[in-house]
Every structure is written in C-alpha cells, then in structure tokens.
Nanobody
Framework: QVQLVESGGGLVQAGGSLRLSCAAS????????MGWFRQAPGKERDFVAG????????DFADSVKGRFTISRDNTKNTVYLQMNSLKPEDTAIYYC??????????????WGQGTQVTVSS
C-alpha cells in the first residue's frame, strides 16, 4: 500500500503559477501510474493529468493542456504538477492518486488528502 501527501497549494492571482508536489511513502513510487485530479465546489472530481511509471508518457485534460505539466522523480518518490497561466476556473482541491494499471483515467487505487488551490481574478 502507498500513502500520498500533497503540498504546494495556496492562493495565487490569475496568470500566476504554482507547483504541487505529491510525496509517496510505503512503497516505491516507480511501481505506480500517477494522476492528478481536481474537484471544485459543487462539481464532480475531474482528471487533470497523468504520468506513466518512467515519466515517458503523459496525458492532460483539454482544459489544462499547454498550461500544466506533470513530472515525477522516482528517486525522491515524488510527483509534481506545474501549473502556469492559472485561471479562476482552476480553483479546486487538487488530489494526487496512484494505480498500477496503465490507464490514466479513473479508477485509481490510492488517493491523497488533497491540497486547495485558489486563483483570484
């Protein structure tokens, strides 16, 4: 079993940047496909980005393509979500998740507790 802890959220103005981190413990991160999801108030949880075991393959939701990047450092057991050109509609709780099967969309096996990202206009 793997435990996931997100960090890096906060309040930022529109157009700004944030980098989220997801630290894994319990098992080596290289065993898992990793994903980032977000949930805005009153809305369903949505896929944001996914990355393969080695980091060679990534996938993004259309709403974030060209603005967000996902990366991982398996030596540090950490996955990152770099968010640039942030918009108020990016405001949400962001969750990282882990799974062993190579598909980027849900379902995932393990979830973090989430980190709040708020983008002011």
């Amino acid at each position: 079993q793997v435990q996931l802890v997100e960090s890096g959220g906060g309040l930022v103005q529109a157009g700004g940047s944030l980098r989220l981190s997801c630290a894994a413990s319990g098992r080596t991160l290289s065993r898992y496909i990793m994903g980032w999801f977000r949930q805005a108030p009153g809305k369903e949880r949505d896929f944001v980005a996914g990355i393969s075991w080695s980091g060679s393959t990534t996938d993004f939701a259309d709403s974030v393509k060209g603005r967000f990047t996902i990366s991982r450092d398996n030596t540090k057991n950490t996955v990152y979500l770099q968010m640039n050109s942030l918009k108020p509609e990016d405001t949400a709780i962001y969750y990282c998740a882990a799974k062993t099967k190579l598909t980027f969309r849900e379902p995932y096996d393990y979830w973090g507790q989430g980190t709040q990202v708020t983008v002011s206009s």
